[in-house]
């Protein structure tokens, strides 16, 4: 499985990206394999806030819906509106046009707590 060395990874299969306070958040190659085709997303609305942990929206597959957790604690400031009629793009394209939303962080030292690759990578055993 592909797992980008310049991105910071949950446990739960998020990855974000960092760039100065605007974290850009998706779910791994693995969890998209995992999950199987996907078939829609349930994003978030922009304005919304989530603390670190928090769920924050769904992917449904057609095994299984599975939750995605807030890596860090912000305000959506875009969701990708691709997904709507092109959710799949989670499953071929899991770190770029797959994203799923862009967070301004309201506390960026939560970084600090994310895996990098090769822990995440430990994770998966």
């Known amino acids: 499985m592909d797992n980008p060395t310049d991105l910071k990874y949950l446990a ?3 990855w974000v990206r960092i760039d100065t306070d605007v974290a850009t ?3 791994t190659d693995h969890a998209q394999d995992q999950l199987g085709e996907i078939v829609f997303a349930e994003l978030p609305d922009v304005g919304d806030s989530f603390s670190q942990g928090d769920d924050m929206c769904n992917i449904e597959s057609s095994k299984a819906v599975g939750e995605v957790h807030a890596p860090v604690s912000g ?3 875009e969701v990708n509106e691709t997904l709507e009629d092109e ?3 989670i ?3 899991p770190y770029t046009g ?3 939303l862009k967070i301004k962080m ?3 030292n939560e970084v600090d707590s994310l895996l990098d690759a090769a822990a995440y990578q430990a994770t998966l055993g």
């Open 106 to 108: 309201s506390n960026p």
């Open 98 to 100: 797959g994203y799923l």
């Open 12 to 14: 739960t299969h998020e």
């Open 75 to 77: 305000e959506v400031i």
């Open 91 to 93: 499953n071929s394209e």
């Open 25 to 27: 958040v998706g779910v």
């Open 87 to 89: 959710p799949e793009k």
